[in-house]
């Protein structure tokens, strides 16, 4: 068995998955949207105190299990660095004490292996990440070779949907909440610019789309004057803005990349309207649509122990005295993961 852990922003995680069958015996996961829900975004150094108190907390109902580990794999990038630290020290100690190996997983493979929690992998694939960091469309040829074909250019996707719902002071996370309400709303009353429509550029940008729900928001007296129907209506015409830019440059690098197999992973695939149109494209392209059970779209530790099954079978171990966050510089196409 393997036993991972998950630290890299506001949700403390632990996982057992056994390496024979990827069966996953035991998972945990305390989050802390509500602790941070009053600042409208995740706080680093609350997280990382609610990290102390909560990870030892899920650490000690897998006592029962401790004895058969194998290995312990931990996310060590990217993240929050006083956040990830908190995982990895975690990590260190068990390793070292257990005299077993370590594995460093890198949180956005494990995203993409929340496809395959209790599965067996599908390979090539093309992956569409939408997180609360990033917006990428990813080649996926194996564990080790990965490659990002459309990167963002500013906010992610997540992102931006935590600063809507922000703007129109409706809490954190963002997310659940602008898709709840755009599902009584009229997407088409407010005409949003679909980022980079006359583009050529195949990357993502929602910064300007953002500045344009702004200034709408502004323009209908701000949000406190506003109506429960004003804030459905802009909720559905950002949604709306969001899926047609999503899915336009999605197209071309359809246009380029022949893989059948194609996944959404990441919190925002959590969302139902942006999967529904991804059906229809996949359709439209012959390609297979996979995606995650809701309940591990977001973060969560066994997406990590999914990955670290297949890491730990190549035996891509690291020396608990090296381990380190590492300091993710920008993210460009054509790089690997
Ligand atoms: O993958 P994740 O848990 O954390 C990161 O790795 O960043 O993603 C969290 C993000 C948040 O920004 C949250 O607002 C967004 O996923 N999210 C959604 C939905 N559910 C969560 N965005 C759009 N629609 C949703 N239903
Ligand atoms: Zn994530």
């Not at 004490?97 to 292996?113: C, Q």
């Not at 359809?254 to 059906?279: C, M, P, Q, T, W």
Request: hydrophobic residues 40%.
């Amino acid at each position: 068995m393997i036993l991972s852990i998950e630290s890299s922003c506001d949700d403390s995680s632990i996982a057992i998955t056994k390496i024979e069958n990827n069966e996953l015996i035991f998972h945990k996961k305390i989050s802390q949207e509500k602790e941070h829900a009053c600042y409208g975004g995740v706080v680093p150094e609350l997280a990382s105190r609610l990290h102390v108190i909560d990870l030892p907390n899920i650490l000690e109902e897998t006592k029962p299990y401790l004895d058969q580990l194998k290995a312990v794999a931990v996310t060590n990038q990217p993240g929050l660095s006083v956040t990830l630290l908190e995982g990895i020290a975690m990590a260190k100690t068990i390793a070292v004490t257990k005299n077993i190996p370590l594995l460093a997983v890198h949180h956005l493979k494990g995203h993409i292996y929340s496809l395959f929690i209790e599965k067996e992998q599908i390979l090539p694939l093309l992956v569409l990440l939408i997180s609360g960091g990033h917006t990428q469309i990813i080649r996926v040829e194996s564990l080790e070779k990965m490659t990002i074909l459309a990167t963002s250019i500013d906010d992610s996707v997540g992102e931006s949907f935590d600063k809507i719902a922000k703007m129109m002071g409706l809490g954190y996370p963002g997310g659940p909440i602008i898709e709840k309400l755009a599902r009584n709303g009229d997407e088409n009353r407010f005409s949003l610019p679909v980022p980079l429509r006359n583009s050529p550029l195949i990357a993502f940008s929602l910064s300007g789309l953002k500045n344009a729900v702004r200034l709408t928001i502004e323009s209908l007296g701000g949000s406190e004057a506003m109506s429960e129907k004003d804030k459905c209506d802009v909720a559905a015409s950002f949604q709306k803005a969001v899926k047609l830019h999503l899915i336009q440059k999605s197209k071309k690098i359809f246009l380029n990349e022949h893989i059948k197999d194609f996944a959404i992973v990441g919190g925002a695939s959590a969302n139902i309207y942006i999967r529904e149109a991804y059906e229809e494209l996949c359709m439209e392209y012959g390609k297979t649509l996979h995606t995650a059970p809701l309940e591990f779209c977001s973060d969560n530790a066994a997406m990590i122990g999914r990955y670290a099954v297949e890491a730990y079978k190549k035996e891509l171990f690291v020396d608990p005295f090296e381990i380190d966050i590492v300091r993710t510089k920008k993210q460009q196409s054509g790089m690997m993961l």
